[in-house]
């Protein structure tokens, strides 16, 4: 069982609101990355990191941004929430450090609905 | 543009019988491909991956078959289970560290 956790896992907000989704891992992996899932849709990478101070979009444009201040911590943060926006996200990590070590463990996902 | 393609996107497969998935890609970079396994309310969990220098790869009732000519893998769950009913996502990425991309997912339901 991976120890990464999100919080929260459901979330329902009203439009023009900021939002900050929480992800959290103690495995002490340097990569980790922030997808977003839709009902028959394949899981799209918004954000990563590879370290502290390293983030990069990913191939979806995302109106999200997120910071790497703490190797464990990497939040994803909304500044003004929109129907648009409404979505799952999920948070994984992965040691990346080789092949075996190119799992991504992910966590529950946050579940986002803007009204 | 969709990277890996992934079919059926739902499957509905009697208790003991095979459960088959596939996948397409077409990026020839790609050499690590992973299988994920998602229950309800739950991220996806790894589940069994391979690489393209070996055409089959087996971990207890799951089969990776792997054709690289024809640049398409798949997933073989034999003696299916009702507790194997989730969504199974395939994926490819070219390592070291580069980006995962996934299939659409499909929905597994075996029944009694």
């Known amino acids: 069982e991976a120890d990464i956790y999100q919080t929260p896992r459901y979330l329902v907000i009203g439009t023009g609101k900021k939002i900050t989704l929480e992800c959290s891992q103690t495995m002490g992996h340097d990569k980790m990355y922030w997808y977003q899932q839709d009902p028959g849709m394949e899981l799209h990478l918004i954000h990563y990191s590879y370290g502290v101070n390293s983030t990069e979009k990913g191939d979806l444009s995302s109106e999200s941004t997120v910071s790497r201040i703490r190797t464990e911590h990497f939040p994803l943060t909304l500044e003004s929430a929109r129907p648009s926006h409404t979505s799952q996200y999920l948070c994984a990590s992965s040691e990346g450090l080789g092949l075996e070590q190119e799992t991504q463990y992910f966590g529950p996902g946050t579940r986002l609905l803007v009204l | 543009q969709q990277q890996v393609k992934q079919s059926p996107q739902s499957l509905i497969v009697q208790k003991g019988g095979i459960s088959i998935i596939n996948c397409a890609y077409e990026n020839t970079a790609f050499d690590y491909f992973p299988w994920y396994q998602q229950f309800p309310g739950k991220g996806p969990a790894l589940l069994i991956a391979?690489?393209?220098?070996?055409s089959e790869k087996k971990e207890g009732r799951f089969t990776i078959s792997f054709n690289k000519s024809a640049k398409q893998f798949s997933l073989h769950i034999m003696d299916s289970q009702p507790g194997d009913s989730a969504t199974y996502f395939c994926a490819a990425s070219s390592l070291p560290g580069n980006q995962f991309y996934f299939g659409t997912g499909t929905s597994l339901t075996v029944i009694p």
């Open positions: 391979i690489r393209p220098d070996v």
